[in-house]
């Protein structure tokens, strides 16, 4: 058997060493290292890439676009939970709902009707997430945090949703760990157990503030590969 490309060697040992730091962030909250899973997150990366951390035992990705992710593991589908992770259009929402384990992006009234009639339509429900814009970004997807709570009982109420959890993108530019909490708050006062927050640069801050899931992708595969970009 030939040898693996130092490639290889460099991204498993990055997965370990993710691994580890998420133990060690998730041991030091007083929490148990397998409470907090890592989402590898694979977007617009080459397969070689991938296929070490698949290899290494990484069963979980995220993905940003429908057919991006469906190009890329529709044939390697077996054993995993895939997780979309990128605003979603509502014109994808069949196929994201037929391909995706999570969808971790709800964030407005014509997606969560839109979600509500392909779930019923295909009698398949992936777990859901309500995206929260903490920052109040206006270039960024999300409820904003004051109208959180109405959006999660529409969800709840008038489509009967599921909803599992919130999910943050704080701005580049600030601490992370006020964003953190205030997720983790919004959580808490509509009965939510799941919080899908932190990435490369912050994910053992947002462990200290109750993350159930990290979503990492360069300390993982290193730095994202320029992409084309292609409309989803």
Same mark, same amino acid.
């Not at 995220?62 to 890329?72: C, I, L």
């Given at each position: 058997m030939p040898p693996h490309p130092a490639s290889d060697v460099g991204t498993v040992h990055s997965l370990a060493e993710v691994r580890a730091r998420i133990a060690a962030a998730a041991t030091a909250a007083g929490r148990a290292p397998e409470s907090v899973a890592l989402v590898a997150v694979s977007k617009q990366q080459p397969w070689d890439a991938i296929a070490p951390v698949l290899a290494a035992g990484q069963r979980v990705f995220? &993905?940003?676009?429908?057919? &991006? $992710?469906? $190009?890329?593991w529709r044939e390697r589908r077996a054993g995993l939970e895939l997780h979309l992770i990128g605003p979603l259009q509502t014109n994808k929402s069949r196929e994201a709902v037929e391909f995706f384990d999570v969808i971790e992006t709800v964030d407005r009234p014509r997606l969560a009707e839109r979600l509500e009639r392909d779930i019923q339509a295909l009698g398949r429900a992936p777990r859901l997430y309500v995206q929260v814009n903490t920052g109040e970004e206006p270039q960024k997807a999300g409820v904003i945090p004051s109208e959180a709570d109405a959006f999660v009982e529409l969800c709840r109420a008038r489509h009967g949703l599921v909803i599992e959890g919130l999910m943050c993108i704080p701005p580049a530019e600030e601490p992370a760990a006020p964003h953190f909490a205030l997720l983790a708050k919004i959580a808490r006062r509509n009965g939510l157990a799941r919080l899908s927050m932190g990435m490369s640069g912050d994910f053992e801050i947002a462990i200290a503030h109750g993350a159930t899931s990290v979503r990492v992708g360069s300390a993982v595969f290193g730095e994202r590969p320029q992409a084309i970009p292609t409309a989803d």
């Open positions: 995220g &993905e940003n676009r429908v057919q &991006e $992710a469906m $190009a890329r």
